[in-house]
């Protein structure tokens, strides 16, 4: 099967794009012309309770594993093998690359075999698209960020004050000033309006992004941790792991199904992979 995760829509229910019929099928039906079971979820907060955890790359791999459960659920058993394929764009690829990530701690009701990431929007540091500068650089253009980085860090900051802050509202991390109406332009307007509304009516990113004090910054840092640890240090051993299945799959058949497949591990599957490369050293 293949689990699709798909691009940024926005956090408003208004975006989910289940709710049109033909929503994205330029990413899922090249896949089912050539007999796949596919299946592009949407990710949880979009149509249903809560706040999409926009940008967190464990809810959105989530969303997508659940997906993948899901999809089994509802087609018959004989008709399936155990295998996935996780496959996205943008804010997809970065669902997809957490979800290789965090499968084997999460589970998938299966076996992902297989990633395809088109240019992933994928938070591995602090300063990822470019979050820092902006909040550092409150006297500057809006227009100077780019047409996305602003309305991507608009976003961000909502899913993460509705989320993650006890008792705050999710516009808190804006600017008073602005808040209300920032607050209802996200509630209510998709990614590429929303974004025309942040360079038009926002023309400096302090109207739009409030500066962090220094009284913050260790709620902006526990945010990027919580977020990026676990799965940045999971892909770590999963990019060792795959390292070790080259050199032991040089020598397997062609139709071997072990062959070059990347495997989730945990640190001690790791050093049981550099003790058999000592020992063939040896």
Same mark, same amino acid.
């Not at 998938?108 to 650089?137: C, E, H, K, M």
């Given at each position: ?28 039906? $090249? ?16 149509? %249903? ?5 926009? /940008? ?14 899901? /999809? ?47 240019? $992933? ?9 470019g979050y820092v ?21 608009? /976003? ?37 309006? /929303? ?47 795959e390292r070790a299945? !080259? ?13 070059? !497949? ?13 003790? %058999? ?6």
């Amino acid at each position: 099967m293949i689990a699709v995760g798909h691009p940024s829509e926005g956090v408003s229910d208004g975006c989910t794009p289940s709710k049109t019929a033909t929503s994205y099928q330029d990413l899922a039906l $090249p896949w089912a012309a050539l007999g796949y079971a596919v299946i592009v979820p949407d990710y949880a907060g979009l149509g %249903t309770d809560g706040i999409q955890g926009y /940008l967190d790359n464990t809810d959105s791999a989530h969303s997508l594993l659940d997906g993948a459960r899901a /999809l089994r659920k509802l087609l018959p058993a004989r008709g399936l093998s155990k295998k996935i394929v996780l496959f996205g764009y943008s804010q997809g690829g970065g669902a997809a690359l957490s979800g290789q990530a965090l499968e084997k701690a999460y589970g998938a009701d299966g076996l992902v075999v297989g990633v395809v990431a088109f240019a $992933p929007q994928w938070p591995t540091r602090l300063n990822s698209f470019g979050y820092v500068d902006i909040l550092d650089n409150p006297s500057g253009l809006t227009i100077g960020s780019g047409l996305s980085k602003s309305v991507i860090a608009v /976003l961000r900051e909502y899913a993460y004050f509705g989320n993650h802050v006890a008792g705050a509202s999710p516009t808190d991390g804006f600017p008073s000033a602005k808040r209300d109406a920032l607050g209802q332009a996200v509630d209510t307007t998709c990614l590429i309006p /929303l974004g025309g509304y942040v360079q038009v009516m926002e023309p400096t990113l302090g109207e739009s992004h409030r500066r962090y004090a220094q009284d913050d910054a260790p709620r902006l840092h526990r945010l990027e941790r919580d977020r990026m640890q676990r799965a940045r240090g999971e892909l770590s051993c999963v990019l060792d792991q795959e390292r070790a299945d !080259r050199r032991q799959n040089r020598g397997a058949r062609a139709d071997d199904p072990r062959a070059g !497949r990347i495997r989730l591990c945990c640190p001690r599957r790791k050093q049981r992979a550099r003790s %058999t490369s000592s020992s063939r050293r040896a």
